[in-house]
Structures are given as structure tokens and as C-alpha cells.
């Protein structure tokens, strides 16, 4: 390990990462399905770049703002997978329209009556697709309404419906669940049945786009589904392992950290906490259950149990007591959730061997 290497920080293994890469790539090929990663997890045009040298179509992104950086380091075919309703945001999505291939998310005949005008005032078509709640009670047309925000959409000046997408996760029956074949078999069916009501009624749906990294493959059986958008499988994280789609092994992500206090036998201080570490995927809960924050690779009874801003607090079992952790050990510990996780660092360090580069997340922090 470099010892120059100071902590907290998020270490990528390169290795690891490209085998996930190419997976996920074959596997999409191998049953003819369109791949169109979403950059959330990484957040750099150059691994974006990697996952379309391997096969993808194009990326997903969340902000225009992301779109934006995506496209400045030649990134050319660009999903903005999120409602646009702010006239400025519309007004650099209608730009950047201009400049790469651009499709922008929907899911409310407000929005795109605004997209409408705003594309039809710069005398441009915009390439949109509509969302879907299948579920998960996020963003997303209700399901039963679909079909006539489609017939809507198609009539608007200045924008092309050229399909429909969902973000649905691991739910079952409208309830988390373990089981990701059925989760992804229902996600499918779902989409793809909506998509022929909508063609019956003469809206040329061209792209039926659904699944995360949980239920992507298994989403993509269904006769009429077209693409998937997984993200987190580029890194994979415990949360991932916890699902059973790889194992911790297959967990290119990891946060170096070092143990700055051990004020008592059964607890460790280490120099990372809620600025290093994501919280967005908390311990104890249903269907993960996962204990806490992370995994402390080699102190298997290492529990990061606690959090403040620079404080992460693990209590040790009986195994991690007796290995003799001192002050100035330095620990790895993979999160729950990679892609937030990367989004808190300004830059990252892929290891391949025994050499660590240096790579700023330049997407990180786009909230616009």
C-alpha cells in the first residue's frame, strides 16, 4: 500500500472494475438488449467512456448539469433520466440538444408543456421519454394514466416520445424483496405491456427502458423490452452483495481509512464519518438488513455502527478485539452505497497493482 496515500479516501480497483464492466456488457449482448449505465455511481466521463467501449449505446444521467459534463469530455449520446421543469434547466437541455444526442425525461403534461414551448421556440425537436411509476412512488406518470399522457406528448410541437422508462428497484407487489428474478420478470412485463397499449394507439413507441443493477438482466427477459440502465454494477457495493447480485469480492470500491482513537477495548475511531461515508441506505431495515454503515474488510465482527461528520465509530467483537488494532491502523471498508459515497470525495485513486492514479469525480456535487 502507498503510505502517502493519506484517509479517508475512496479507492477503486481497477481490475475489478473493468471485469464488472465487460459482465454486464456480455450479458446485455447475450440477450440482445440495448446497455445505457447511469453515471450516478462514478460520475467521470472517462469510466462512462470505458462502459461505452464496451458495448453501451450511451449514459444516463440525473442533472443537466452532469449531461453537461459528460458532454464536454465527448460523451455523445446522453439520457437525462429526470423530470426538467425549471426554465433554466430546460433552456441548457434545449442547448445542449444541439450538441450531442439528447433524450430528456418526462412524467407530467405541465412539464412537457414547457419542454414543448421552449423546444419550439429555438426551432429545435427534443427527444423525449416518458417515465413511469411502477411502484417505487417516486417521480413517474401513475401507471393507469400512461397511455393518455403518451397520446398528449405525441402531440406536442417540438418534442419526439420515442419511448418509456421506470426506475423500480427491488420491489415485489409494491413491497421491497429479495427476489430479484421476480422483481425484474414483473418490471418487465409491466413496461413492455404498457408499451404495446400505447403503439395501439398510433404513438410509435421505439425504446422500452426499465431496470437497476438488482433487476436489470432479469427485467430485460421480457418479450419488448429494449434497454437497461443499471449503474451501481460498475463499482458494486454491499448493498449489491446483500441482494445477491455479486459478491463482496466482485466490490471494486473501498474507503481507506485510519483508526485516529481506541478509547476502549470493544470501540475503534476511525477518520471517516458522514462527510466520507453515504447514509442514504441505512442499517436494520427490511429487506437488507444489513448491519452497519459498512463492511470492515478483515474484522469480519467490525460493525460501523455510529456516525458523526468526522467521526465513524466501529464496535468490535470478540475477533476484532483480539487482532490487536491499534491507533494508525489503516482499515478499508467497502459502503453500502458506492454511488453516494463517491459523489461526497472530490477525487478517487484507482489502484491497479501496485500504483494508485489520482482521478477528480468531475460530475460530483451537480445538483442542477
Known sequence: MNDRLDTPSVIIDTDIMERNIRSMADSAKRLGIALRPHAKTHKMPWVAQKQLDAGAVGITVAKVSEAEVMAEHGINNIFIAYPLVTPAKIARAVRLSGQVELIVGVDSLDGVKLLSQAAAEAGRELQVRLEIDTGLRRTGVPYDQAEALASAIHAMEGLRLTGIYTFRGALLGGKPTLDLQAAGEEEGRLMAGLADRIRAQGVPIADVSVGSTPTGLQAAVAK?????????????????????????????????????????????????????????????????????????????????????????????????????????????????????????????????????????????????
Open 224 to 368: 419488448g423490452v429494449t434497454e437497461i440502465r443499471p449503474g451501481t454494477y460498475v463499482f458494486q457495493d454491499r448493498m449489491q452483495a446483500r441482494l445477491g447480485v455479486c459478491s463482496l469480492g466482485d466490490c471494486a470500491g473501498s474507503v481507506r481509512v485510519t483508526v485516529v482513537s481506541r478509547p476502549a477495548a470493544d470501540l475503534a475511531v476511525i477518520d471517516g464519518g458522514s462527510k466520507t461515508f453515504a447514509t442514504d441506505v441505512q442499517p436494520n431495515t427490511d429487506p437488507m438488513q444489513l448491519k452497519g454503515f459498512g463492511h470492515v474488510v478483515g474484522l469480519e465482527d467490525a460493525v460501523l455502527e455510529r456516525m458523526s461528520e468526522e467521526h465513524g465509530m466501529l464496535r468490535l467483537g470478540p475477533a476484532a478485539q483480539a487482532s490487536g488494532l491499534k491507533t494508525g491502523d489503516v482499515l478499508h471498508i467497502i459502503p453500502n452505497h458506492i454511488c453516494s459515497t463517491v459523489n461526497l470525495h472530490d477525487k478517487v485513486y484507482f489502484k491497479k497493482g501496485d500504483n494508485y492514479e489520482e482521478r477528480a469525480v468531475l460530475a460530483r456535487g451537480k445538483l442542477q
